[in-house]
Structures are given as structure tokens and as C-alpha cells.
């Protein structure tokens, strides 16, 4: 099947894959008939009985026909065909300029008072991101719901500040990418050599804390610039 027929049969699918989620299929059986899909879809009964064995033959949906009602299920394949049509929707409406990512405010390790106050840092910082950042980062704790969201930062184009070697020891590169929180102007910085895939750290020049009146636990909002 060429590319765009596979297009065409998955968006066929989809309208009676989404029916049968919405009544509970992807996680139990559901008991529908040929009549009620057909309904639901706004087609025949004949129609929608045929649907029912494109379905089948597609390994979208499982069937089991009992005594009275036949009762159907998603398949993984059905499921993942459902959460790649969510994707594109997601990155219709929520995947513009910018991301907006929740998270929690935690105490750091004091690793990013460190960094940030380098030289060979600091420069790069006041030229490319227009500020002189604050003596220190404000560590925020991003939830696994919205960890997708960060990982959607990273594929996006970065302000690259350049690694450096100082006192015979190297520092490595660190992305960033400007960003508010309360509308206050800041920015993440993403080091390319750290562990931490679930902890924002965010510079601005204010102390964030202070300035907004945050604690550890106090729930934040960074909006992240994607362009």
C-alpha cells in the first residue's frame, strides 16, 4: 500500500477506533453492534458491518462473538494509530511558539551558583540572552505527565553558550532557551552533560525567589520559547 493510500486507510479507521475508545475499547471489550457503529459513524448497518471487518482484517480490533452481542476490543496497533493521530493534534494545539511546562520548585545542589558565576559563561550569557543572570539558578521539578514537554525543548533550536577550559578543567557547552515565568523574562539552560532529564534549571537576573515569592514546593509555570 502506497504512502498516501496508508494515509487515506488510516484516516477510514480512525473515526470507528476513536468510537470504540470513547466507550471504554482500549482497555476492556465494549458491546456494540454493526447497528450502533453505524449510527455513530452515520453510516449502514452494511457499512459499518464492513468497517468492523476491515478493522479485523487490519489488526486494529479484537472480536469476540458470544451467544447474543459481539464485543470488541483495540489492539495495540489500534491504540497506537489512536495516540499518533492525539500526536499531530498535540502539535497542532499546543506545539506553537512555545511550551508551557508545570513543575515544582526544589532546592538545588549548588552546582548552578557554580557554574553560572564562571566567566567564560557569564560573558556569553549577557551577550546571547540579553541578561546578566542572578548568582545562582532556580531549580524547578518537572512531574513524568510533562516530561514530554521538555523533551519537545530539547528537539527545538537552542541558543548554544560555548564550552570552555579554565584552570585546566573543561566546561562543556550549554543550551538555553529563553523563557518567562510569571512574565518575568528568563531562561532555561539545558548543560549538555547533565544526568537530570526531570529538573529544570532557569537563570534569570533577579533572584526568582525573592522576586516572586517562591518556596521549595511552590508550583510554577515556565513558558519556554520554541523559536
Not at 529563553?178 to 533577579?206: F, G, W
Amino acid at each position: 500500500m502506497s504512502e498516501i493510500s496508508q494515509s487515506e486507510g488510516d484516516e477510514k479507521f480512525i473515526l470507528a477506533l476513536r468510537r470504540i475508545a470513547l466507550m471504554g475499547g482500549m482497555h476492556d471489550y465494549v458491546i456494540i453492534s454493526s447497528r450502533e457503529l453505524g449510527e455513530m459513524l452515520t453510516m449502514s448497518q452494511q457499512s459499518a458491518s464492513k468497517r468492523i471487518l476491515e478493522l479485523l482484517d487490519e489488526g486494529l480490533i479484537s472480536r469476540d462473538l458470544g451467544a447474543r452481542r459481539q464485543r470488541i476490543k483495540l489492539t495495540q496497533k489500534g491504540v497506537d494509530l489512536l495516540r499518533k493521530e492525539y500526536s499531530e493534534y498535540q502539535r497542532i494545539f499546543e506545539m506553537r511558539d512555545e511550551v508551557a511546562i508545570k513543575g515544582t520548585v526544589i532546592t538545588g545542589m549548588g552546582e548552578g551558583q557554580y557554574y553560572v558565576t564562571q566567566p567564560g559563561y557569564i560573558e556569553q550569557f549577557s551577550e546571547k540572552l540579553g541578561f546578566t543572570p542572578y548568582e545562582g539558578t532556580l531549580n524547578v521539578k518537572v512531574p513524568a505527565n510533562e516530561l514530554h514537554k521538555v523533551q519537545t525543548v530539547k528537539k527545538a533550536k537552542p541558543i548554544v553558550v560555548k564550552g570552555f577550559e579554565r584552570n585546566g578543567r573543561t566546561f562543556g557547552d550549554v543550551e538555553c532557551h529563553k523563557a518567562t515565568i510569571q512574565n518575568v523574562e528568563c531562561a532555561i539552560v539545558l548543560p549538555t552533560r547533565s544526568h537530570y532529564d526531570d529538573v529544570l534549571e532557569v537563570l534569570c537576573k533577579y533572584h526568582l525567589r525573592r522576586t516572586l515569592g517562591l518556596n521549595d514546593g511552590s508550583e510554577v509555570e515556565v513558558r519556554v520559547n520554541l523559536i
